[in-house]
């Protein structure tokens, strides 16, 4: 059994889902012609922030793997 439980990776996946949510609404809203971007963000940034988000929670995962064999 785990001592502690290391929650970040949980946290970034949580972020990446709702970031490919929101970018997959806004895709389909800029198909339909309404403007729904963030300022700065669209939905494409908001694809590619999930992919991030990802990225950083399997790095995060290994790192947690890595730190279990020690033990």
Do not use: N
């Not at 290391?6 to 949580?14: C, K, P, S, T, W």
């Amino acid at each position: 059994m785990k001592k502690s439980y290391r929650i970040g990776g949980d946290i970034f996946v949580a972020c990446a889902f709702v970031s490919f949510v929101v970018g997959g609404f806004f895709k389909i809203f800029s198909h339909t012609g309404v403007s729904a971007d963030l300022c700065v963000v669209g939905w494409s940034g908001l694809i590619k922030l999930s992919a991030l988000f990802l990225l950083f929670s399997i790095a995060l995962s290994l790192l947690d793997i890595s730190h279990s064999e020690d033990e």
